[in-house]
Nanobody, 129 residues
Framework: QLQFVESGGGSVQPGGSLRLSCTAS????????IGWFRQAPGKEREAVSC????????YYNPAVNGRFTISRDSAKNTVNLQMTNLTPEDTARYYC??????????????????????WGQGTQVTVSS
């Protein structure tokens, strides 16, 4: 079973930036479709972005499109989420997990497995002034 590990969260002011990283120990992420999700207090977990393999086709939630960028770093075996122009509405705990393929080549913004034990600990992002 894959165990995802997220890092890079923190507290920033509105307009700030953060770069989140996702890795899975002992597993080559470069061949896996990976998605980033977030969950704010009292809200359902929602998809933020995902990336396919090997073409790197991406999906973005309209709420983050143009501000967030998902990418792979094969040398470090990570999938990263660069977040810019952050707003208080981006405050949430962010998670990464494997996602399914759709349409033969694109990633689907939903978790491939969705039991609690499939999710990592996440990384907290707090945006406030």
């Amino acid at each position: 079973q894959l165990q995802f590990v997220e890092s890079g969260g923190g507290s920033v002011q509105p307009g700030g930036s953060l770069r989140l990283s996702c890795t899975a120990s002992g597993f080559n992420l470069s061949q896996t479709f990976i998605g980033w999700f977030r969950q704010a207090p009292g809200k359902e977990r929602e998809a933020v972005s995902c990336i396919s393999s090997p073409r790197g086709i991406t999906y973005y939630n309209p709420a983050v499109n143009g501000r967030f960028t998902i990418s792979r770093d094969s040398a470090k075996n990570t999938v990263n989420l660069q977040m810019t122009n952050l707003t208080p509405e981006d405050t949430a705990r962010y998670y990464c997990i494997d996602v399914p393929m759709v349409g033969g080549r694109s990633c689907s913004p939903q978790p491939l497995h969705n039991l609690e034990e499939d999710w990592g600990q996440g990384t907290q992002v707090t945006v406030s002034s």
